[in-house]
């Protein structure tokens, strides 16, 4: 799923491919998806990109003199699991492009596609940051810092660390594969209770004796929760390549496999928290891990999964497979839904999806997104 890396990475591809390209006409919106149509038509305009946490602005501005008359137009893209824009010749559109801007003639015909394989990302006319979201983890540190501190008394750090840190009230941009990243290199059981780990970061003073300088090293040689918070996505963003992304069969997400520690890799253990997300660490899980829960070690296999195909990864039958349809297929239990990211500042679950369904998309999806 893409977290905020993944968006601040989109925002500049949009921003470097659709440098001194002009569009026109109106936007069009493949059938089959159910995001609202956009309203927006102009002889020529340009588009830019912004990011802030798990969200994507997408603006269309009218050059002077286009017609007719439009306003700028700012539309709001959450990705879902599978959401991304790429740039294409218009006579060779990818699949599942579900909304296309076309440039404007001379010149060969390009588009700017939103790609959304599984459709469970979605764009918003408002043109505003959802409200509630907390300030984005990797271009409001301060904010972000000081808005977790001063609410350690909100419920949600009454839960274990691993699932506060998916709450985008105050962790705006943390996903799945970043908490685990950022609990593993301090070594926090992912079960350990959020208050108690963060209350530590208040009580903690470095000493006035010391320089700046020496301050500002001892900073670096022992960050704390928060500042991983930020330095961690930061780590991802400046790896360049798309982040987060498919196991195999692209370059541009060998840099990000490569720089994984924690999550999804071989000898590390596994649960699943309250919501149906598997978190991977390494060690004790911690006092609040659930009960009964088996913990499940990644081990290693000529035919393993990457850290991306995870069951947390794909949405479960309405009915649970039989045990023989279960070993043929080659998946583990599953009990509860994974959950992508929408309009919820928690990450709400997928819909049961039943076998028939999944087919019937299939076939739907099959050349749906030629203009």
Not at 31 to 52: G, L, Q, T
Not at 336 to 351: F, I, R, Y
Request: proline share 11%; hydrophobic share 30%.
């Amino acid at each position: 799923m893409p977290e905020g890396p993944e968006l601040h990475l989109a925002s500049q591809f949009v921003n470097e491919a659709c440098r001194g390209l002009v569009f026109g006409g109106c936007v069009e919106k493949s059938p089959i998806s159910r995001n609202p149509e956009v309203p927006f038509e102009s002889s020529a305009y340009y588009i830019s990109a912004s990011a802030r946490g798990k969200e994507l602005r997408l603006t269309l501005s009218p050059l002077p003199g286009a017609q007719p008359p439009q306003e700028p137009l700012a539309l709001i893209f959450h990705f879902g699991m599978s959401g991304s824009f790429q740039l294409a010749p218009s006579n060779a559109l990818p699949p599942h492009a579900h909304l296309r801007f076309y440039t404007a003639p001379p010149g060969p015909q390009l588009t700017l596609c939103f790609v959304d394989i599984r459709r469970f990302g979605h764009w918003e006319l408002t043109g505003e940051w959802q409200p509630g979201r907390g300030p984005c983890v990797l271009l409001e540190y301060e904010q972000f810092r000081e808005n977790v501190l001063r609410n350690l008394a909100d419920k949600v750090f009454d839960r274990p660390i691993c699932e506060a840190l998916l709450d985008q009230r105050f962790f705006n941009g943390i996903g799945n594969y970043l908490r685990a990243e950022i609990l593993y290199r301090l070594r926090i059981p992912p079960f350990e209770k959020a208050r108690t780990v963060l209350e530590a970061l208040k009580q903690h003073r470095l000493s006035p004796k010391l320089t700046l300088s020496q301050k500002i090293k001892a900073k670096l040689q022992n960050p704390d929760l928060l500042e991983l918070c930020h330095s961690v996505p930061k780590e991802v963003v400046q790896l360049g390549g798309k982040g987060y992304g498919q196991a195999r069969g692209e370059e541009d997400f060998a840099p990000f496999r490569a720089w994984l520690r924690c999550y999804g890799m071989v000898g590390m253990r596994s649960l699943r928290d309250r919501h149906g997300r598997t978190i991977w660490f390494q060690g004790d899980p911690g006092p609040l891990a659930p009960k009964g829960g088996k913990s499940h070690k990644k081990k290693s296999s000529g035919a393993q999964r990457g850290p991306e195909d995870g069951v947390e990864d794909h949405p479960p039958p309405s009915k649970a497979p039989s045990r023989t349809r279960r070993a043929w297929r080659g998946l583990p239990e599953q009990t509860t839904a994974q959950q992508p990211e929408g309009t919820s500042l928690q990450d709400p679950k997928v819909p049961p999806v039943t076998e028939k369904g999944k087919r019937r998309g299939r076939r739907a999806n099959s050349g749906c997104c030629r203009p």
